[in-house]
Structures are given as C-alpha cells and as structure tokens.
T-cell receptor, first 112, second 110 residues
Framework: TQLLEQSPQFLSIQEGENLTVYCNSS?????LQWYRQEPGEGPVLLVT?????EVKKLKRLTFQFGDARKDSSLHITAAQPGDTGLYLC????????????FGKGTLLTVNP | NAGVTQTPKFRVLKTGQSMTLLCAQD?????MYWYRQDPGMGLRLIHY???????AKGEVPDGYNVSRLKKQNFLLGLESAAPSQTSVYFC?????????FGPGTRLTVL
C-alpha cells in the first residue's frame, strides 16, 4: 500500500506570513496533485506535477515535485485569509493514473 | 454544466436501515469514484468504476455496494447501516488523473 504523509497536520498563521507544507512517501509516483478543500465542499484541483524536480507557480503558490518523484512541497507567499482550507496531496502511480492515493491533509488557517 | 452532483446532501439513518447515495456527472467522464472522509483519516476510496457496467473495490469497501448502470451515474448503497459508517461521502469523476468532486453527503448513523 502506498502512503502519502503530509506535514504539518495543522497550521495557523497570520495574514502576510509565508508557509510551506510537505507531502512525503517512500513510493515513487508518476504524478502528484495538490487539491484544496474548503469547508462544506469537495476538493478542487490546484496543480499536477509530473516531472521529477518540476516547479510550478500559481500566483502566490509554488509547488515542487521531488527529484525522485517521492515527495512534494507547497509554498505559499504572503498568505491571505482566502487561502484557508484543507490542502491535500494525491499521487498516481504506474498504470493506474486514474486511481489516486490521498494524504490526510494539512488544515491551514490564515488569521486576518 | 453542473459538474458532479450528489443527492442527498444530508441524511440521518438508524442502525440497520438501508439507503442509496446518488452521484451524477455531466462531463462524459469514464471513471467515477466514491470516497469517505473522516477526521484525521483523509479521503479513503470505497469503490470505483472505470466505465459503464464496471465496478471495483477500493481501500474500504466492506458494508457498501455500488452500481454503474449508466455512464453518468454512480450509486453507492448501504444495505445495513452501522454507526461506523457515519462520515462525509464524496463522489468524484475523471477522464485522466484530474478528479472532479461533488459537494459531499453528510451521513449520520445513530
């Protein structure tokens, strides 16, 4: 069974601060995704990374896929209250790109 | 497009009762999934389908059954509900590895 460990589990910061959350595994993934889930809603895809070492930017969010394709990080610059939510990483592996393994998530609270 | 819709949004059951959760997608996606989400446990895959008429077990299939008679619909059934099935249930669909989620069904089993 492939596992994705996310850290920290909870993070509470003030508006304007920077933060990084991590997604780690001992398994290799063919691609890795980050989703954000707001209270009472389903997760929404933020980004997919495919190549080892890949870095993608989405406004104030920077996503990195580890060189060995076993880990990923999400960095948020100058966090805003609208960034509050549960951040989930999910990995696809081998021939079943349609089936994802999800981490347990990082619950981020950005206080005004 | 409505995307992925789920009915009902909320439900309370007594132990031993049965119910069916309905998921519908209008994106013509091949793959559909049922997850449950519990505090501290993340999203766990219950069952999934790779096409109309097919279903497969996920990580936590016990106590649940599914059917995919039409491509756009994926039904999740609980034959005899147990308190351990109290959870938020999410349906998702995909055509590749990007999954689109519904808004969830909050189920409480007393």
């Amino acid at each position: 069974t492939q596992l994705l460990e996310q850290s920290p589990q909870f993070l509470s910061i003030q508006e304007g601060e920077n933060l990084t959350v991590y997604c780690n595994s001992s398994s290799v993934f063919s691609s890795l995704q980050w989703y954000r889930q707001e209270p009472g809603e389903g997760p929404v895809l933020l980004v997919t990374v495919v190549t080892g070492g890949e870095v993608k930017k989405l406004k104030r969010l920077t996503f990195q896929f580890g060189d060995a394709r076993k880990d990923s990080s999400l960095h948020i610059t100058a966090a805003q209250p609208g960034d509050t939510g549960l951040y989930l990483c999910a990995g696809a592996s081998g021939g079943s790109n349609y089936k994802l393994t999800f981490g347990k998530g990082t619950l981020l609270t950005v206080n005004p | 497009n409505a995307g992925v819709t789920q009915t009902p949004k909320f439900r309370v059951l007594k132990t031993g009762q049965s119910m069916t959760l309905l998921c519908a997608q209008d994106m013509n996606h091949e793959y559909m999934y049922w997850y449950r989400q519990d505090p501290g446990m993340g999203l766990r895959l219950i069952h999934y389908s790779v096409g109309e008429g097919t279903t497969a077990k996920g990580e936590v299939p016990d106590g649940y059954n599914v059917s995919r008679l039409k491509k756009q619909n994926f039904l999740l059934g609980l034959e005899s509900a147990a308190p351990s099935q109290t959870s938020v249930y999410f349906c998702a669909s995909s055509q590749s590895n990007e999954q689109f989620f519904g808004p969830g069904t909050r189920l409480t089993v007393l």
